[in-house]
């Protein structure tokens, strides 16, 4: 899944039952988002919201929110 995170595109992977976050950068490569950790509680549903809380610092004025892009 990818979410537009108040302005910078991560993608969020299930393997096994552990979330991981990339950063996709505009050339179609992706690198580990070790700044992002996600337990394993957080379901697909509250992923948007949890980035949101975890990031929130990041908000602007022009990218005052979190979506899910796919």
Do not use: C
């Amino acid at each position: 899944m990818k979410f537009d995170v108040f302005g910078t595109i991560i993608e969020v992977v299930n393997r096994e039952g552990t979330w991981t976050a990339f950063y996709l950068g505009n050339e179609g490569k992706k690198r580990p988002a070790k700044d992002i950790a996600i337990p394993t509680s957080v379901g697909i549903g509250q992923l948007e919201q949890y980035l949101a809380d975890i990031r929130h610092e990041y908000a602007t004025s022009t990218n005052s929110e979190v979506t899910r892009i796919d």
